[in-house]
T-cell receptor, first 113, second 113 residues
């Protein structure tokens, strides 16, 4: 079965540094998402992306966050100046169409020190 | 704002018996419901979904029931197997827009031999 691929699997950074989390969604999918899960908590929506623009974002997704789809295959999440509370597992997800299941990547564990 | 709630943080079931996981929601705009299974350090894996026009959907050992009037859904696993031990998340989305998934807090299912 096709997969959503995320790199790196682990990222350790110093507070205030910029990080870029990378994702390769499934090739014929049109809707792209980032979610995160802080340890022991539920999976939270960050942002959705469709037709080369953000379609919805949560309160968590403030000015420090941005997303890009620089080419036909990659989808990135950038955090400009990381905070301690950004430490979480970040999941990329994609789907082919509306009312279809969402496929998740295996996640990037971000640790901000 | 807990639009999707899983009130049981954990459930322990004997191998071969039925596992029943429950989920309640408050947003009447939700029209698509999904169950995901998650192992530690992995992304959520899709199990089964149901549209609001149905009240039951079955796939092998997994059956999801939807009670719209009670805003309640449940996942039945029969028979339960040791490999079913994982955290199970209920998720829901509303028609239109980004159709982001809203997740419950998860239920940790343990299948005992």
């Amino acid at each position: 079965e096709p997969e959503v691929t995320q790199t790196p699997s682990h990222q350790v950074t110093q507070m205030g540094q910029e990080v870029i989390l990378r994702c390769v969604p499934i090739s014929n999918h049109l809707y792209f998402y980032w979610y995160r899960q802080i340890l022991g908590q539920k999976v939270e929506f960050l942002v959705s992306f469709y037709n080369n623009e953000i379609s919805e974002k949560s309160e968590i997704f403030d000015d420090q966050f941005s997303v890009e789809r620089p080419d036909g295959s990659n989808f990135t999440l950038k955090i400009r100046s990381t905070k301690l509370e950004d430490s979480a597992m970040y999941f990329c997800a994609s789907r082919r169409g509306t009312n279809e299941k969402l496929f998740f990547g295996s996640g990037t564990q971000l640790s901000v020190l | 704002d807990q639009q999707v709630k899983q009130n049981s943080p954990s459930l322990s079931v004997q191998e071969g018996r039925i596992s029943i996981l429950n989920c309640d929601y408050t947003n009447s705009m939700f029209d698509y419901f999904l169950w995901y299974k998650k192992y530690p350090a992995e992304g959520p894996t899709f199990l089964i979904s149901i549209s609001s026009i149905k009240d039951k959907n079955e796939d092998g050992r997994f059956t999801v029931f939807l009670n719209k009037s009670a805003k309640h859904l449940s996942l039945h696993i029969v028979p339960s197997q040791p490999g079913d031990s994982a955290v199970y998340f209920c998720a829901a989305s509303a028609r239109g827009g980004a159709q982001k998934l809203v997740f419950g807090q998860g239920t940790r299912l343990t299948i005992n031999p």
